[in-house]
Nanobody, 123 residues
């Protein structure tokens, strides 16, 4: 069984910073793309940023220059450093990870979601 668990959410004032973490655990052979999504109240879930297994990041235009994604492959962990936070960044942030489980000849490819962590930006 594979799971991902997010942490680091909370309440922060506009202009402040937060760092989110997401750890993948379980019977994992390898980890592929790791991504952060968010869902604000009354809105659809949207992709914020992703990072390939080789470390290449992509960002939504709304967070470019403010958010930084990074990963530690040995720890199966992805981070999201969020700076210059705005009220419109308020949302539940979800980690999404592509993983491979199993053994040669019996691989399974999974996409796993975490339960989310709430980020609230308010004065």
């Amino acid at each position: 069984q594979v799971q991902v668990v997010e942490s680091g959410g909370g309440l922060v004032q506009p202009g402040g910073s937060l760092r989110l973490s997401c750890v993948a655990s379980g019977s994992i052979t390898s980890v592929g793309v790791m991504a952060w999504y968010r869902q604000a109240p009354g809105k659809q879930r949207e992709l914020v940023t992703s990072i390939s297994s080789g470390g290449t990041p992509n960002y939504a235009d709304s967070v470019k220059g403010r958010f930084t994604i990074s990963r530690d492959n040995a720890k199966k962990t992805v981070y999201l450093q969020m700076n210059s936070l705005k009220p419109e960044d308020t949302a539940v942030y979800y980690c999404n990870t592509d993983v491979v489980t199993g053994t040669p000849g019996h691989y399974r490819y999974l996409q796993v979601w975490g339960l989310g962590t709430l980020v609230t930006v308010s004065s």
